[in-house]
């Protein structure tokens, strides 16, 4: 691996190992999605051998999922526990305020339900996704869209002066479908001066399940560094 690549790794995981250390016996964890968090599961994992732990988790993702069944994890549902005593996820951008973009993973709407249904949000990710305003570097919104309502949703989305993407996969041809069945359309509205009336504009277009916009949602986030992880506890 490339330096920046190593130390990268390194930093991500050090942030999870931070977030870890919130988990207590008989905790029902939401598990987030993405190659951060990923840490956090294995850590999890490696404490229920190491310690006894005790905790159910419920996956965002089919990813989430294999990894936590990968680390024996026990897997639960939020019909079984609609409560959950925190999750652990991660971010594709986080401002000063803690508000975040998510959802490049395409498990979004999982992700916000989730998050949504536990008494506290863990976020955790490397200093390369602190910004100073959501939407710096060009960094589109991640929105989940039934596939009838595709069309239109990106016609609208341009009359509010930003630019869609239908996301298209890698693997094959066609555009990515979540698992919810839908498609992703990844808008750019430059920089976010005020996401929490972007947010509540994109809701209000029949057909749109979801952004990946995480506004005052997150407690506690955890940047990891090339040397150390940095603390952020939002304001109450």
Same mark, same amino acid.
């Given at each position: 691996?490339?330096?920046?690549?190593?130390?990268?790794?390194?930093?991500?995981?050090?942030?999870?190992?931070?977030?870890?250390?919130?988990?207590?016996?008989?905790?029902?964890?939401?598990?987030g999605s993405g190659s951060t968090?990923?840490?956090?599961?294995?850590?999890?994992?490696?404490?229920?051998?190491?310690?006894?732990?005790?905790?159910?988790?419920?996956?965002?993702?089919?990813?989430?999922?294999?990894?936590?069944?990968?680390?024996?994890?026990?897997?639960?549902?939020?019909?079984?526990?609609?409560?959950?005593?925190?999750?652990?996820? &991660?971010?594709?951008?986080?401002?000063?305020?803690?508000?975040?973009?998510?959802?490049?993973?395409?498990?979004?709407?999982?992700?916000?339900?989730?998050?949504?249904?536990?008494?506290?949000?863990?976020?955790?990710?490397?200093?390369?996704?602190?910004?100073?305003?959501?939407?710096?570097?060009?960094?589109?919104?991640?929105?989940?869209?039934?596939?009838?309502?595709?069309?239109?949703?990106?016609?609208?989305?341009?009359?509010?002066?930003?630019?869609?993407?239908?996301?298209?996969?890698?693997?094959?041809?066609?555009?990515?479908?979540?698992?919810n069945g839908n498609v992703i359309?990844?808008?750019?509205? &430059?920089?976010?001066?005020?996401?929490?009336?972007?947010?509540?504009?994109?809701?209000?277009?029949?057909?749109?399940?979801?952004?990946?916009?995480?506004?005052?949602?997150?407690?506690?986030?955890?940047?990891?560094?090339?040397?150390?992880?940095?603390?952020?506890?939002?304001?109450k």
């Amino acid at each position: 691996m490339k330096p920046k690549k190593v130390w990268v790794e390194k930093a991500k995981k050090n942030a999870a190992l931070e977030a870890v250390k919130h988990v207590k016996d008989d905790f029902v964890i939401g598990l987030g999605s993405g190659s951060t968090v990923a840490y956090a599961i294995e850590e999890i994992g490696n404490r229920t051998k190491r310690e006894g732990l005790r905790v159910l988790g419920v996956p965002t993702s089919y990813q989430a999922f294999m990894s936590a069944v990968e680390r024996e994890i026990p897997i639960t549902t939020l019909e079984e526990h609609p409560v959950l005593d925190l999750t652990i996820d &991660g971010a594709d951008q986080i401002d000063e305020e803690l508000n975040l973009i998510k959802g490049m993973g395409g498990a979004l709407t999982r992700e916000k339900i989730v998050a949504n249904a536990s008494k506290e949000l863990i976020i955790v990710a490397d200093e390369n996704k602190k910004v100073k305003v959501l939407g710096e570097n060009n960094h589109p919104i991640p929105i989940e869209v039934i596939p009838f309502a595709a069309k239109p949703v990106m016609h609208k989305i341009k009359e509010m002066g930003g630019t869609p993407v239908l996301r298209e996969s890698g693997g094959k041809v066609g555009p990515v479908i979540t698992d919810n069945g839908n498609v992703i359309i990844d808008a750019n509205f &430059g920089l976010l001066q005020n996401p929490t009336e972007l947010e509540l504009k994109l809701k209000s277009i029949p057909g749109i399940v979801e952004t990946g916009l995480f506004i005052k949602m997150a407690d506690v986030v955890y940047i990891g560094k090339p040397d150390y992880t940095e603390k952020i506890e939002r304001k109450k």
